[in-house]
Protein backbone atom coordinates (compact mmCIF):
# COMPACT_ATOMS: atom_id res chain seq x y z
CA UNK A 1 0.00 0.00 0.00
CA UNK A 2 1.50 3.57 -0.87
CA UNK A 3 1.09 5.72 2.37
CA UNK A 4 1.11 9.38 1.51
CA UNK A 5 0.44 11.73 4.44
CA UNK A 6 -1.77 15.34 3.14
CA UNK A 7 -2.02 17.66 6.17
CA UNK A 8 -4.63 20.06 4.78
CA UNK A 9 -3.55 23.79 4.61
CA UNK A 10 -4.96 25.91 6.89
CA UNK A 11 -8.36 27.58 6.18
CA UNK A 12 -7.00 31.33 6.85
CA UNK A 13 -6.39 33.41 3.91
CA UNK A 14 -2.16 33.67 3.51
CA UNK A 15 -0.74 37.09 2.88
CA UNK A 16 -0.19 38.11 -0.39
CA UNK A 17 3.17 36.39 -1.83
CA UNK A 18 2.49 33.34 0.12
CA UNK A 19 -0.43 31.76 -1.69
CA UNK A 20 1.78 30.61 -4.62
CA UNK A 21 4.18 28.68 -2.43
CA UNK A 22 1.81 26.73 -0.88
CA UNK A 23 -0.46 26.02 -3.82
CA UNK A 24 1.74 22.83 -4.63
CA UNK A 25 0.31 21.47 -1.62
CA UNK A 26 -2.95 21.04 -2.64
CA UNK A 27 -1.98 20.46 -6.40
CA UNK A 28 0.36 17.52 -5.80
CA UNK A 29 -2.61 14.92 -4.16
CA UNK A 30 -5.07 16.39 -7.06
CA UNK A 31 -2.71 16.13 -10.03
CA UNK A 32 -1.99 12.76 -8.34
CA UNK A 33 -5.43 11.43 -8.26
CA UNK A 34 -6.70 13.03 -11.58
CA UNK A 35 -4.21 11.36 -13.34
CA UNK A 36 -5.40 7.91 -11.37
CA UNK A 37 -1.70 7.28 -9.56
CA UNK A 38 -3.74 7.09 -6.34
CA UNK A 39 -6.93 7.14 -5.06
CA UNK A 40 -8.30 8.61 -1.81
CA UNK A 41 -7.27 5.38 -0.30
CA UNK A 42 -4.30 5.92 0.23
CA UNK A 43 -4.08 9.37 1.49
CA UNK A 44 -4.07 9.72 5.62
CA UNK A 45 -4.34 13.14 7.33
CA UNK A 46 -1.55 12.93 10.43
CA UNK A 47 -2.61 13.92 13.56
CA UNK A 48 -0.61 16.19 15.73
CA UNK A 49 2.79 15.51 16.61
CA UNK A 50 2.83 15.10 20.72
CA UNK A 51 4.96 17.57 22.72
CA UNK A 52 7.16 14.96 24.10
CA UNK A 53 7.89 14.15 20.58
CA UNK A 54 8.50 17.49 19.42
CA UNK A 55 11.04 17.77 22.79
CA UNK A 56 13.04 15.08 22.11
CA UNK A 57 14.68 17.58 19.05
CA UNK A 58 13.42 20.85 20.21
CA UNK A 59 14.43 23.09 22.60
CA UNK A 60 11.40 23.71 25.22
CA UNK A 61 11.93 27.40 25.60
CA UNK A 62 11.62 27.57 21.52
CA UNK A 63 8.80 25.36 21.26
CA UNK A 64 6.79 26.97 24.36
CA UNK A 65 7.11 30.65 22.44
CA UNK A 66 5.80 29.13 19.29
CA UNK A 67 3.01 27.29 20.64
CA UNK A 68 1.96 30.29 22.17
CA UNK A 69 2.64 32.40 19.21
CA UNK A 70 5.77 34.23 21.19
CA UNK A 71 7.97 34.08 18.74
CA UNK A 72 9.88 37.71 18.53
CA UNK A 73 9.81 39.63 14.74
CA UNK A 74 13.31 39.00 14.37
CA UNK A 75 12.42 35.08 15.13
CA UNK A 76 9.77 35.56 12.59
CA UNK A 77 11.63 37.40 9.94
CA UNK A 78 14.24 34.65 9.14
CA UNK A 79 11.35 31.98 9.31
CA UNK A 80 9.78 34.12 6.76
CA UNK A 81 6.10 33.27 7.15
CA UNK A 82 3.39 35.25 9.60
CA UNK A 83 3.06 33.37 12.64
CA UNK A 84 -0.48 31.90 13.62
CA UNK A 85 -1.61 28.86 15.22
CA UNK A 86 -2.70 27.78 12.18
CA UNK A 87 0.75 27.80 10.57
CA UNK A 88 2.45 25.91 13.83
CA UNK A 89 -0.72 23.43 14.00
CA UNK A 90 0.46 22.63 10.44
CA UNK A 91 3.88 21.89 11.12
CA UNK A 92 3.05 19.82 13.94
CA UNK A 93 0.99 17.69 12.13
CA UNK A 94 3.73 17.63 9.19
CA UNK A 95 5.58 16.53 11.85
CA UNK A 96 4.05 13.74 12.46
CA UNK A 97 3.30 12.83 9.16
CA UNK A 98 6.97 12.19 8.71
CA UNK A 99 6.87 10.10 11.60
CA UNK A 100 3.80 8.04 10.48
CA UNK A 101 5.35 7.94 7.03
CA UNK A 102 8.60 6.34 8.48
CA UNK A 103 6.72 3.66 9.86
CA UNK A 104 4.90 2.99 7.13
CA UNK A 105 7.79 2.85 5.04
CA UNK A 106 9.37 0.06 7.56
CA UNK A 107 5.75 -1.76 6.31
CA UNK A 108 5.56 -1.53 3.22
CA UNK A 109 9.19 0.45 1.64
CA UNK A 110 7.96 3.11 0.64
CA UNK A 111 5.62 6.15 2.32
CA UNK A 112 5.64 10.09 1.15
CA UNK A 113 4.41 13.23 2.88
CA UNK A 114 3.62 15.76 0.73
CA UNK A 115 5.39 18.85 3.00
CA UNK A 116 8.26 18.06 5.23
CA UNK A 117 11.54 18.27 4.96
CA UNK A 118 11.79 21.14 6.90
CA UNK A 119 15.85 21.11 6.98
CA UNK A 120 16.34 24.86 8.26
CA UNK A 121 14.80 24.67 11.20
CA UNK A 122 17.20 24.03 14.09
CA UNK A 123 17.24 22.91 17.97
CA UNK A 124 16.48 26.20 19.21
CA UNK A 125 15.17 28.38 16.05
CA UNK A 126 14.12 28.18 12.53
CA UNK A 127 14.47 29.74 9.29
CA UNK A 128 13.79 29.71 5.90
CA UNK A 129 10.36 28.83 5.72
CA UNK A 130 11.02 26.04 8.57
CA UNK A 131 9.59 26.30 12.02
CA UNK A 132 10.06 22.61 13.13
CA UNK A 133 12.51 19.81 11.96
CA UNK A 134 10.38 16.75 10.74
CA UNK A 135 13.64 14.91 9.73
CA UNK A 136 14.93 15.24 13.39
CA UNK A 137 11.59 14.54 14.95
CA UNK A 138 10.80 11.79 13.23
CA UNK A 139 14.59 9.97 13.29
CA UNK A 140 14.63 10.89 17.27
CA UNK A 141 11.35 9.22 17.31
CA UNK A 142 12.12 6.38 15.94
CA UNK A 143 15.42 5.92 17.59
CA UNK A 144 13.86 6.33 21.01
CA UNK A 145 10.89 4.06 20.19
CA UNK A 146 14.06 1.52 19.23
CA UNK A 147 12.74 1.15 15.73
CA UNK A 148 15.82 2.01 14.04
CA UNK A 149 19.65 2.35 15.57
CA UNK A 150 20.90 3.94 12.28
CA UNK A 151 19.59 6.27 10.47
CA UNK A 152 20.33 8.21 7.32
CA UNK A 153 19.07 11.72 5.88
CA UNK A 154 19.55 12.00 2.48
CA UNK A 155 18.90 15.93 1.62
CA UNK A 156 19.20 16.41 -2.45
CA UNK A 157 17.19 20.07 -1.83
CA UNK A 158 19.46 22.19 -3.82
CA UNK A 159 19.91 23.97 -0.28
CA UNK A 160 22.29 22.88 2.21
CA UNK A 161 20.54 20.91 5.33
CA UNK A 162 21.92 23.16 8.00
CA UNK A 163 19.12 22.38 10.72
CA UNK A 164 19.55 18.54 10.15
CA UNK A 165 23.47 18.92 10.33
CA UNK A 166 23.43 20.89 13.41
CA UNK A 167 21.19 19.02 15.54
CA UNK A 168 22.74 15.77 15.10
CA UNK A 169 26.28 16.98 14.80
CA UNK A 170 27.56 15.09 17.55
CA UNK A 171 25.04 11.95 17.61
CA UNK A 172 26.57 9.15 15.64
CA UNK A 173 23.20 7.23 15.24
CA UNK A 174 22.05 9.93 12.22
CA UNK A 175 24.46 10.65 9.51
CA UNK A 176 23.35 13.59 7.72
CA UNK A 177 24.04 13.69 3.68
CA UNK A 178 23.49 16.68 1.49
CA UNK A 179 24.16 17.61 -1.71
CA UNK A 180 23.17 21.05 -2.15
CA UNK A 181 24.17 24.08 -4.19
CA UNK A 182 27.73 25.78 -2.85
CA UNK A 183 27.11 29.14 -3.41
CA UNK A 184 22.89 29.29 -2.15
CA UNK A 185 21.51 29.99 0.91
CA UNK A 186 22.13 29.04 3.65
CA UNK A 187 25.41 31.19 2.85
CA UNK A 188 26.63 30.06 6.40
CA UNK A 189 27.21 26.30 5.95
CA UNK A 190 26.79 23.97 9.38
CA UNK A 191 28.75 20.62 8.77
CA UNK A 192 27.09 17.59 7.46
CA UNK A 193 28.18 14.22 7.98
CA UNK A 194 29.26 14.35 4.20
CA UNK A 195 28.16 17.70 2.56
CA UNK A 196 28.90 17.61 -1.43
CA UNK A 197 28.34 21.86 -2.80
CA UNK A 198 28.05 21.78 -6.53
CA UNK A 199 28.85 24.77 -8.52
CA UNK A 200 26.08 27.19 -10.05
CA UNK A 201 25.09 26.17 -13.20
CA UNK A 202 25.89 22.45 -12.43
CA UNK A 203 24.04 20.63 -15.33
CA UNK A 204 22.34 16.94 -15.00
CA UNK A 205 25.07 14.72 -15.97
CA UNK A 206 27.47 16.37 -13.24
CA UNK A 207 24.69 15.97 -10.50
CA UNK A 208 23.68 12.01 -11.37
CA UNK A 209 27.53 11.05 -11.91
CA UNK A 210 27.92 12.78 -8.23
CA UNK A 211 25.18 11.32 -6.80
CA UNK A 212 25.69 7.90 -8.70
CA UNK A 213 29.38 8.13 -7.29
CA UNK A 214 28.88 9.11 -3.51
CA UNK A 215 25.62 7.38 -2.25
CA UNK A 216 26.25 4.10 -2.97
CA UNK A 217 29.13 3.87 -0.64
CA UNK A 218 27.22 5.96 2.09
CA UNK A 219 24.51 3.51 2.47
CA UNK A 220 27.23 0.19 2.36
CA UNK A 221 29.49 2.31 5.17
CA UNK A 222 26.18 3.69 7.32
CA UNK A 223 24.26 0.64 6.76
CA UNK A 224 21.14 2.58 8.09
CA UNK A 225 18.02 0.85 9.00
CA UNK A 226 15.93 3.47 7.25
CA UNK A 227 16.31 6.68 5.29
CA UNK A 228 14.74 9.73 5.19
CA UNK A 229 15.10 11.44 1.59
CA UNK A 230 13.87 14.99 1.06
CA UNK A 231 13.42 15.24 -2.68
CA UNK A 232 13.29 19.12 -3.09
CA UNK A 233 12.28 19.91 -7.06
CA UNK A 234 14.92 23.64 -6.77
CA UNK A 235 17.43 21.67 -8.80
CA UNK A 236 15.57 22.35 -11.88
CA UNK A 237 16.79 24.40 -14.29
CA UNK A 238 13.52 26.68 -14.36
CA UNK A 239 13.56 27.35 -10.34
CA UNK A 240 13.90 31.20 -9.60
CA UNK A 241 16.52 30.08 -6.76
CA UNK A 242 18.13 26.70 -7.57
CA UNK A 243 20.95 27.34 -9.65
CA UNK A 244 21.14 24.18 -11.02
CA UNK A 245 20.31 23.10 -14.67
CA UNK A 246 18.46 19.78 -13.95
CA UNK A 247 16.02 19.23 -16.45
CA UNK A 248 12.45 17.76 -15.03
CA UNK A 249 13.65 13.97 -16.46
CA UNK A 250 16.80 14.28 -14.87
CA UNK A 251 14.98 15.20 -11.65
CA UNK A 252 13.28 12.13 -12.22
CA UNK A 253 16.40 9.80 -12.84
CA UNK A 254 17.48 11.67 -9.10
CA UNK A 255 14.42 10.14 -7.86
CA UNK A 256 15.16 6.53 -9.37
CA UNK A 257 18.79 6.33 -8.27
CA UNK A 258 17.38 6.98 -4.34
CA UNK A 259 14.70 4.64 -4.71
CA UNK A 260 16.46 1.82 -6.56
CA UNK A 261 19.28 2.05 -3.86
CA UNK A 262 16.49 1.50 -1.08
CA UNK A 263 15.33 -1.42 -2.90
CA UNK A 264 18.04 -2.72 -3.58
CA UNK A 265 19.49 -2.76 0.25
CA UNK A 266 15.59 -3.32 1.58
CA UNK A 267 16.02 -0.53 3.26
CA UNK A 268 12.58 1.67 3.89
CA UNK A 269 12.54 5.32 2.93
CA UNK A 270 10.38 8.07 3.95
CA UNK A 271 10.17 11.16 1.48
CA UNK A 272 9.32 14.64 1.82
CA UNK A 273 9.70 17.67 -0.48
CA UNK A 274 11.33 20.13 0.48
CA UNK A 275 11.29 23.49 -2.01
CA UNK A 276 10.49 24.06 -5.67
CA UNK A 277 10.17 27.24 -6.55
CA UNK A 278 9.56 27.63 -10.44
CA UNK A 279 7.88 30.56 -11.86
CA UNK A 280 5.49 27.90 -13.73
CA UNK A 281 3.26 25.72 -11.25
CA UNK A 282 3.27 22.74 -13.40
CA UNK A 283 7.00 22.29 -13.38
CA UNK A 284 7.07 21.59 -9.77
CA UNK A 285 3.74 19.87 -9.64
CA UNK A 286 5.23 17.77 -12.15
CA UNK A 287 8.17 17.04 -11.07
CA UNK A 288 6.81 16.52 -7.39
CA UNK A 289 4.52 13.32 -8.75
CA UNK A 290 7.22 12.15 -10.58
CA UNK A 291 8.59 11.36 -7.16
CA UNK A 292 5.52 9.93 -5.99
CA UNK A 293 5.19 7.90 -9.20
CA UNK A 294 8.64 7.12 -9.03
CA UNK A 295 8.33 5.44 -5.76
CA UNK A 296 5.37 3.26 -6.35
CA UNK A 297 6.65 2.09 -9.12
CA UNK A 298 9.80 0.71 -7.46
CA UNK A 299 8.42 -0.73 -4.84
CA UNK A 300 5.47 -2.11 -6.87
CA UNK A 301 2.79 -0.67 -4.62
ZN1 LIG B 1 15.33 24.26 -0.96
Not at 7 to 25: N, Q, V
Not at 118 to 127: L, N, R, V
Not at 131 to 141: C, K, P, S, T, V
Not at 194 to 221: A, Q
Amino acid sequence: MLKIAYAPIYAHPLPEGHRFPMAKYELIPAQLLYEGVITEENIFSPQPATEETILRTHDADYWHRMKNLQLTDREMRAIGFPLSAELVEREVRICQGTIDCALYAQQYGVALNVAGGTHHAFKDKGEGFCLLNDFAIAANYLLHHGLATQVLLVDLDVHQGNGSAAIFKDDLRVFTFSMHGQHNYPFHKEQSSLDVGLKDGTDGDTYLGLLNDTLPGIISDVKPDIIFYLSGVDVLATDKFGKLKLTIDECKQRDEIVFNLCRQHHIPVAVAMGGGYSPEVKHIVDAHCNTFKVAKEVFGL
